[in-house]
């Protein structure tokens, strides 16, 4: 079985996260995949465990990421939602090194 999710675009971001998605091929077919700074703003977003759990072995795997990026949408979420998802993201970062 594969699991698959469906975004649906309403706000600026989810606009943007749909334009940086990147095209990654299935023999002839183009399956387009979320970029690796949009998989981590939605799995800071969602705050479960596991999803931190990802987030730290992403960024230990991907060093290169885009950090401008990230906490430019996690701080337009804080203000929306009265969340510290960008502080959550800064004790992430912290804990790798």
Known sequence: MIRIDFI?????YERQAIERARDIFFGRT???FA??????????????PRD???VQAILLKNPGFNSQYIEKWLSEFDSALDKKYRESFAK???GLK
Do not use: T
């Not at 649906?8 to 600026?12: A, G, I, L, R």
């Not at 970029?35 to 705050?47: G, P, R, T």
């Open 8 to 12: 649906f675009s309403f706000s600026p």
């Open 92 to 94: 992430v970062i912290k």
């Open 30 to 32: 183009p399956v387009k």
């Open 35 to 48: 970029s690796l700074e949009d998989v981590i703003i939605h799995k800071m977003i969602a705050e479960r």
């Open 52 to 54: 931190i759990e990802d």
